[in-house]
């Protein structure tokens, strides 16, 4: 018979016995060193500029280069490129001033080429998504409008004047015209690739829950080919300037390019260099809108840190 003295109890196991020695995980983070915090700010460096810093950076650049077209011409430079004859930029300055305060023919020919712009483009907009979207689906547009679309698409906007002289009794229909062929091409163009290009599960998807054509083009085939037609719109949009202007010179009455053409015939240097300037600042302007109104109908595009800030 064993006595309770003569049974030995064995230590009591502590809790740091009970834990196995391990190494590290090779997917834990490990201890951030001063050295790596300056390699993680070194990699983080050209993306931390601040939107002030931003918009600073690009106004320096304009000065920048304004300050060179002064050098340039005050000075009368003339290697190979001759600059004598260029207004200089407070000749340019001061002509541009004497327009926004005169009032009468600058801002009548600014709201008439804004209509032009205006109305060309939202028709080739409605136009060229709807044709992309029809030659991208249906066979029977592909063979019908294909065609015709791939053979005048080549053909410049600004060489359909004669034709739209012919055709339409006003030059202000004619350039509304002109206007809406040159974006009609790249956005139609733009629309097609774009639908074509979506991911066919989305439309059997669809289908399986029992949508029919509506609902698969306005829950599936627009918002997915969106993307794309934004940029088609903005390709188009820069392009119809191009030929606005070009068809105000030739057969306008009013509008930007009718008066920079004008300011040409009689020599007005400065006065052709501030047509410049408004063409390029309402180019920039309409541009902008485009992409504004991209970016709010396609919030839910995911965007990369740079392009949410540009």
Known sequence: MTSPSDTTTPPARTAEADVPDRAPRSDEPESRTPKSRGTESKSRAPNSRTPAARYALRALSLLVALGLWQVLTAYDVAVWLRFGQFPTVTDVASAFGARLTGGGPYWQDLADSLTRIVTGFLLAAVLGVATGTALARSRVAADVLGPLVEVLRPVPAIALVPVAILLFPSNEQGIVFITCAAAF??????????????????????????????????????????????GGLSTGVGVSWICVISAEMISGEYGVGYRTWQDYTVVDYPGVFVGMVTIGLLGWLTSTAVEVLGRRLTRWLPRTEGAARA
Not at 185 to 199: K, S
Not at 206 to 218: E, P
């Open 185 to 230: 091409f790249p956005v139609t163009v733009a629309t097609r690739h774009a639908v074509r290009a979506l991911n066919p599960v989305w439309e059997e998807a669809v289908r399986t829950l029992g949508g029919g054509r509506s609902r698969l083009l306005f829950s599936v085939l627009l918002p997915g080919a969106l993307p794309g037609v934004l």
